[in-house]
């Protein structure tokens, strides 16, 4: 029999869990979090004992930062650790009863201290957990998990990656509204979900320390380690009390191997749209920004799917409105120019939804959004008029700008 692979290396490694792990309770500490993680990228679904693995100690002790001459018994300890007291709890549904499920993934460690790998026996019940066998499955790359610290970054990180993976295998498959794309890269929780995902129904009980202990540490840290994900966060309030958390998810970069053919697509028709012109004709993007291909590939693939259900419902001159108001009060700085225009035209879509629903219940008779006086100045504000000389030159640029373009390799 062939001589059993050992996890040498975590570069280009990534995890996939099912979702129900990705949702569940992990009550492990950050280091068994990352030995866990470890030990499933040395799962080989081809190898005739599936179950164990084979990991390099010397992997170990640099992912986890082990140094001195008794890296062993540390070693043994943590193993030891995810061995006996690590579990994941989740909730399923079972011909319409619900069934609350623990498991606990290790039942065997090995550490022999003169070979220079550890052995770790996953329990039965959650292999099938780990080994692909449908589509249900989150991945991320495990060098995100190993650089975090946190007790609550990872399990918040591994959701945001649940909803982030949904949203670009649906977006592929284009069997989702844009609405409904629009949704994974913002999902909502309500605290009680969170406080369970984080395993903290018992800690925090003061909202100025869950805030800072379990979403904004976690979240500068996920921020400043991920390779793919920025998050942003506002609190949903009923009345004075924080009753659930809004994110918003955005992409860090374009991941050259993933989508490099398509990339080429995206970017052309971001580049070449109605909305970007837009953008430039009030001084949202500079013509140079279309050169920044992560910049115009997110907006593409973000923004203007918005853009279209808004103009859809409300009108593109509305949507010119919109944009020309933004054009004169956008802030100084703002942090993920993607992010700010998706959360401006997800605010203005919700006024307008309200205030139609106001009128409704009012009985107006003029129910034209248009005229209603509750909505932003610039609303009756006249569009800015071009002249034909400032049309040219502005579409001069743009033409050279493209050719230049075009000319790079």
């Known amino acids: 029999m062939a001589e059993k692979r050992v996890l040498k290396d975590v570069e280009g490694k990534l995890i996939k869990e099912d979702n129900k792990l990705i949702t569940a309770t992990a009550n492990m500490s950050p280091l068994s979090q990352k030995l866990f993680e470890i030990a499933v990228a040395a799962i080989d679904p081809n190898s005739e004992d599936v179950n164990t693995v084979r990991i390099d100690k010397e992997l170990i002790f640099k992912s986890l930062e082990l140094e001195g001459v008794n890296r062993n018994n540390r070693l043994t300890s943590m193993l030891s650790n995810l061995s006996d007291d690590a579990s994941f709890v989740y909730t399923e549904i079972d011909h319409g009863a619900r069934v609350d499920?623990?498991?606990?993934?290790?039942?065997?460690?090995?550490?022999?201290?003169?070979?220079?790998?550890?052995?770790?026996?996953?329990?039965?019940?959650?292999?099938?957990?780990?080994?692909?066998?449908?589509?249900?499955?989150?991945?991320?790359?495990?060098?995100?998990?190993?650089?975090?610290?946190?007790?609550?970054?990872?399990?918040?990180?591994r959701w945001f990656m649940l909803g982030f993976n949904q949203y670009e295998y649906y977006s592929k498959l284009k069997e989702r509204t844009r609405e409904q794309l629009s949704e994974y890269l913002t999902p909502r929780i309500d605290i009680i979900e969170l406080r369970k995902l984080t395993g903290t129904e018992d800690k925090y009980k003061?909202?100025?320390?869950?805030?800072?202990?379990?979403?904004?540490i976690p979240?500068?840290?996920?921020?400043?380690?991920?390779?793919?994900?920025?998050?942003?966060?506002?609190?949903?309030?009923?009345?004075?009390?924080?009753?659930?958390?809004?994110f918003d998810i955005s992409k860090k970069y374009v991941d050259?191997?993933?989508?490099?053919?398509?990339?080429?697509?995206?970017?052309?028709?971001?580049?070449?749209?109605?909305?970007?012109?837009?953008?430039?004709?009030?001084?949202?993007?500079?013509?140079?920004?279309?050169?920044?291909?992560?910049?115009?590939?997110?907006?593409?693939?973000?923004?203007y799917p918005r853009y279209d259900n808004f103009a859809d419902k409300y009108g593109f001159k509305q949507l010119e409105k919109h944009i020309q108001y933004l054009g004169k009060n956008k802030p100084k700085k703002v942090s993920s120019l993607e992010l700010y225009l998706s959360k401006a035209i997800d605010n203005y879509v919700a006024k307008l939804?309200?205030?139609?629903?106001?009128?409704?219940?009012?009985?107006?008779?003029?129910?034209?959004?248009?005229?209603?006086?509750?909505?932003?100045?610039?609303?009756?504000?006249?569009?800015?008029?071009?002249?034909?000389?400032?049309?040219?030159k502005l579409n001069a640029d743009i033409d050279r700008l493209f050719r230049e373009l075009g000319s790079v390799d």
């Open 101 to 157: 499920v623990k498991i606990k993934p290790v039942y065997q460690i090995k550490n022999n201290y003169r070979k220079p790998y550890s052995e770790v026996s996953f329990a039965p019940e959650i292999m099938p957990l780990l080994v692909e066998l449908h589509n249900k499955f989150t991945k991320y790359p495990l060098s995100d998990i190993l650089k975090m610290k946190g007790k609550y970054s990872i399990p918040l990180y």
């Open 219 to 246: 979240i500068a840290e996920i921020n400043k380690y991920s390779e793919r994900l920025s998050v942003e966060w506002s609190p949903i309030r009923a009345g004075r009390k924080v009753v659930g958390i809004q």
């Open 353 to 392: 939804e309200s205030d139609s629903k106001d009128v409704d219940r009012s009985k107006k008779t003029n129910s034209s959004v248009k005229n209603r006086e509750s909505l932003p100045d610039w609303e009756n504000e006249k569009p800015k008029k071009y002249n034909s000389e400032e049309k040219n």
């Open 206 to 216: 003061d909202w100025r320390n869950f805030k800072k202990y379990v979403i904004e």
């Open 256 to 303: 050259e191997v993933e989508e490099n053919i398509d990339s080429e697509k995206l970017y052309s028709d971001s580049a070449n749209s109605k909305y970007t012109l837009l953008l430039i004709t009030n001084q949202l993007l500079s013509p140079i920004d279309i050169s920044n291909r992560d910049l115009i590939i997110g907006i593409g693939e973000t923004l």
